[in-house]
């Protein structure tokens, strides 16, 4: 396995689903940082499984407890570890799954990569619940790039079939909206597509079945000059981390695919000075970086996230263990849609990125 990421703010995440605990170890946060709890709580309750009829019914309370690395509410520079409680497992649901393989879930290839040694309870340490420690750091992040004038927003670009309107759509979004966004459920543009797309989770629940859909990850306040081609690219750091998160199956920056179906007149950003002098482009189909670089316009992204795998319905696969094929239908407590829980894992895997990269002081000042 490999839990640890970073380089300048550096992460390392450990534990199971069913395990005792989870948690995440943060090296190379600055001195001095003040850390607002409540803020970080919010943002881990706003991931929390078990809040509503869209979650799997599992309910953790997931309080960080803090171990190390914070004094009087500041950050001491040492390495800060959180843990957070497994208090509500139930892993008999997963007893016939140690050798019935879920289609669509890491059971397959991770009982060929870890030899069988892997936990399988609750998917182990594949397991979404996994992103609970990502929120945790993400939200430490978050509060550091608010000193420096960043602010991280999304919304559910869509759910099945069912489309928001996007970010470009938008003549303005302000910092209020993004903070409304944070507090519900479905945060969309157009909130008369909200009915339309529970109903579509609802009913997906009922016929035993999930759906999946995609988010779209907006920043705000970035300077221009961040980033490191080749490797270090913005849109390669962004991406690792997304991809780190699971279920998401794919990214695309700004106007993404849909450019291949433009002119370059059509598709390239034209800049101009604005009224305080400040360097704008009329569009942003580059999605705020252009040769792994920042050019000073809002950074934006769309993951896709996938229909979860658990499911009731009846499907067709193995059994390891007979070396046959098996029928199986998927008991337990799952989320028929990670959409509305993954919402602040991608802001937080947006904000951890973006820290590290700032920390490096690639800024061409
Ligand atoms: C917040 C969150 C919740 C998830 N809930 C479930 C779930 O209830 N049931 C399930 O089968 N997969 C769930 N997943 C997805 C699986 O963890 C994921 O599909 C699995 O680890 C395999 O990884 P991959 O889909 O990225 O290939 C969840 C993921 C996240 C991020
Ligand atoms: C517990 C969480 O979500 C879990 C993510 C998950 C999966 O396979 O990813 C499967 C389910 O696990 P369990 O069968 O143990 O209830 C979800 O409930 C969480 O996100 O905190």
């Given at each position: 396995m490999s839990g640890i990421w970073g380089k300048n703010v550096q992460v390392s995440i450990f534990g199971e689903s069913h395990g005792v605990a989870i948690g995440i170890t943060i090296n190379g946060l600055p001195p001095g940082l003040e850390i607002d709890m409540e803020q970080v709580l919010f943002e881990m309750a706003r991931r929390a499984p078990g809040r509503n009829e869209l979650t799997t019914p599992r309910k953790e309370k997931d309080q960080p407890e803090i171990l190390?690395?914070?004094?009087d509410g500041k950050t001491t520079g040492a390495p800060l570890t959180a843990i957070i409680w497994n208090?509500?497992?139930?892993?008999?649901?997963?007893s016939l799954l140690k050798n019935v393989m879920r289609p669509g879930q890491a059971d397959y290839p991770g009982r060929m990569r870890y030899k069988g040694h892997?936990?399988?309870?609750?998917?182990?340490?594949?397991?979404?619940?996994?992103?609970a420690p990502l929120v945790f750091a993400g939200a430490i992040c978050k509060q550091w790039l608010k000193q420096k004038g960043v602010t991280i927003g999304s919304h559910i670009q869509s759910i099945g079939m069912i489309e928001d309107e996007s970010?470009?759509?938008?003549?303005e979004v302000t910092l209020e909206q993004i903070q409304s966004f944070k507090e519900q459920q479905l945060p969309l543009f157009n909130a008369e597509k909200e009915t339309e797309m529970k109903d579509l989770i609802v009913e997906a629940k009922e016929e035993g079945d999930s759906v999946g859909g995609v988010v779209e990850t907006f920043v705000l306040g970035l300077d221009a000059g961040y980033g490191n081609p080749f490797f270090d690219s913005v849109e390669s750091q962004l991406a690792h981390l997304v991809f780190a998160v699971p279920a998401i199956k794919g990214i695309e920056f700004g106007t993404g695919f849909d450019i291949t179906k433009m002119r370059g007149s059509e598709a390239n950003d034209e800049y101009y000075y604005d009224e305080q002098g400040q360097v704008k482009t009329r569009s942003n189909n580059n999605g705020g970086i252009i040769g792994g670089i920042t050019y000073g316009m809002p950074v934006v992204f769309r993951a896709a996230v996938k229909p979860p795998a658990s499911i009731k319905k009846k499907q067709q696969t193995i059994n390891v263990r007979e070396g046959k094929a098996a029928e199986l239908e998927v008991e337990g407590r799952h989320d028929p849609c990670i959409v509305p829980r993954v919402l602040p894992v991608l802001e937080a895997v947006t904000a951890l990125g973006l820290m590290d990269l700032m920390m490096g002081g690639q800024h061409h000042e």
């Open positions: 190390s690395g914070l004094l208090t509500n497992t139930r892993s008999k649901d997963y892997n936990d399988h309870r609750g998917s182990g340490h594949f397991s979404g619940r996994i992103t970010f470009a759509d938008q003549k």
